[in-house]
């Protein structure tokens, strides 16, 4: 870019962070000092509302960015994070939304206590809830560290540095700031302009090729340098046995991760009702469906205009590739319209990000105030206003460490990380939220014993893997301590989550079958299915 093009598209790209800016400035405004208007913003929202933030919330840097780049890398094996995100949610349809929404108030760990000790319940699910929101921001951080060192035409490791920081600092102030009103409306805009975006790139590239999707397809399998070999699977995944078990291990995390994700969770307690829940997650699945679809285009679509060699020349995982695309359709580099063009699609993808970071961090706060400032704190010294303050202080120590994470994992692709968060997400908390919900025998112990025997050997089966060390795409390409031989960790680490709840439950000195454990789990059937006496 000139330097006046690269003014302008400076210039677009800072009107949407002054726009987010004012909304949180607007819902700051607004009484923010009891949990239930900083958590779940008064449960004011409709259906139609919360289902646009839930997916502004779910459509990440993951899938905008990263997803449309390792389609644009690997093609057939790249489209399986698409049909994973999207199957994801009728497991959150059928099984979760209604009940977790008349179950909990504000957190995972609330539908938890409503049958268990609270205590130990609470620390277990906090914990484990703020280690999944940490490891999902650090993939929204390596987003707009790629993001915007191209809009800067900065590649270094400096750049994309003070970006992570930057974006670290934003997310902090919408959510200590505006709570979750801010967050939301910051989430409803996104949404919109990302669809709008998604949709415009999608129409632009069919028109490049007439609306010929075969011609799509095969002018992407020939620029990839691959052939015919770019549709079929086995690119990515199929290398070896250890391939072929990690595509199963990605598949499995990616399905059900999302119903224990905690920032999706949180945002069921948004609306006034269950069924409102419900409703809310149909509007999200119509949204997310249709833009999972655009992202094969666009990936497909970066593939054949661009070229497998030139996306991975510019971001080596293919995180520039969505931005890359919109230049070279705008008119390509130098012309006014493919600069304006880029900027629009950088500013969104910006957006998507500050949203995202936002509802996550919002989450682990909550996590972390909710659950275990008010587990370990005296009962006398807590106040709900007090509660609060120790969630905006939480969101500043969150912050700090997803920023030091994502300088450390910045040459990794921003879907594949999020794939590490579901990972973590379907082996701690769902085996122990499904658990809680459908099993009457189910105890304190087997719900301890679920969380942290699915969660440690996720995190450490990530540590062992290549993805932390043994290879040149590693964090710390530079050592080898790898053992595990598999890049995610799902196909283990879940069955392991499950498990361990029903061994701690068989072994636990509890009677489940005492009149109250049973009376204790005949009230959580009862509020779960009907919604007698929810918050």
Not at 73 to 93: K, N, S, T
Not at 139 to 164: H, I, N, P
Request: charged content about 10%; hydrophobic content about 55%; some cysteine.
């Amino acid at each position: 870019m000139t330097g006046n093009q690269q003014s302008l598209a400076l210039l677009l790209f800072g009107v949407f962070v002054a726009a987010t800016l004012a909304i949180t400035t607007w819902a700051s405004r607004r009484r923010q000092g009891s949990p239930e208007e900083f958590y779940a913003g008064g449960r004011l929202f409709s259906p139609m509302e919360n289902g646009f933030a839930i997916a502004g919330d779910y459509m990440s840097a993951a899938s905008f960015l990263g997803i449309s780049g390792l389609i644009a890398l690997f093609g057939y094996d790249g489209v399986l994070y698409c049909v994973g995100f999207l199957v994801a949610w009728l497991v959150v349809l059928l099984l979760v939304a209604e009940l977790v929404r008349n179950c909990g108030r504000f957190t995972l760990a609330d539908v938890l206590a409503a049958r268990m000790s609270e205590r130990p319940v609470r620390i277990a699910a906090g914990v484990s809830s703020v280690t999944v929101c940490v490891l999902y921001l650090v993939a929204q951080m390596v987003g707009a560290g790629s993001l915007v060192a191209l809009l800067l035409d900065e590649t270094g490791s400096r750049a994309r540095a003070w970006t992570v920081i930057g974006v670290g600092t934003l997310m902090v102030v919408f959510v200590a700031l505006g709570g979750m009103r801010a967050t939301t409306w910051i989430q409803i805009v996104k949404a919109v302009l990302l669809m709008g975006g998604a949709v415009t790139l999608t129409v632009l590239v069919l028109v490049r090729f007439h609306g010929d999707i075969d011609s799509l397809l095969s002018t992407a399998a020939r620029h990839s340098g691959q052939g015919s070999d770019f549709l079929a699977p086995g690119l990515a995944y199929g290398d070896g046995w250890s391939a072929r078990l990690d595509f199963v291990s990605l598949g499995v995390a990616l399905v059900l991760g999302t119903a224990g994700l905690p920032h999706i969770l949180s945002r069921f307690y948004t609306v006034p009702t269950a069924p409102a829940a419900r409703r809310s997650v149909i509007w999200s699945i119509g949204l997310i469906g249709g833009f999972y679809l655009m992202t094969i285009v666009l990936g497909f679509g970066a593939a054949a205009v661009l070229g497998t060699d030139a996306v991975r020349s510019s971001n080596a995982a293919g995180n520039t590739a969505v931005p890359l695309l919109a230049l070279d359709l705008g008119g390509g580099a130098g012309s006014t319209g493919g600069t304006v063009l880029f900027a629009i699609v950088a500013a969104v993808a910006f957006a998507t990000i500050l949203a995202v970071v936002a509802g996550i961090t919002l989450a682990s706060s909550a996590s972390v105030a909710h659950d275990l400032y008010a587990s370990l704190s005296r009962h006398k010294d807590r106040t709900p206003r007090s509660e609060v303050a120790v969630a905006r202080v939480a969101a500043v120590g969150i912050g700090a460490a997803a920023i030091g994470l994502g300088l450390l994992a910045d040459n990794l692709n921003v879907a594949f990380l999020v794939g590490l968060a579901f990972a973590a997400a379907a082996s701690a908390n769902l085996p122990v939220l499904l658990y809680s919900l459908f099993w009457r025998r189910f105890t304190t112990r087997g719900a301890v014993w679920s969380v942290y025997g699915g969660l440690v050997p996720a995190v450490v089966l990530v540590v062992l893997s290549p993805v932390v060390s043994g290879g040149p795409g590693a964090i710390f390409s530079g050592v080898d301590f790898h053992v595990f031989p598999l890049q995610n960790p799902g196909l283990v680490s879940v069955p392991l989550g499950f498990l361990a709840g029903w061994l701690g439950t068989v072994l636990s000195g509890e009677a489940a079958d005492s009149p109250g454990h049973a009376a204790r789990h005949a009230e959580t059937e009862v509020r779960a299915l009907t919604g007698a006496g929810a918050a």
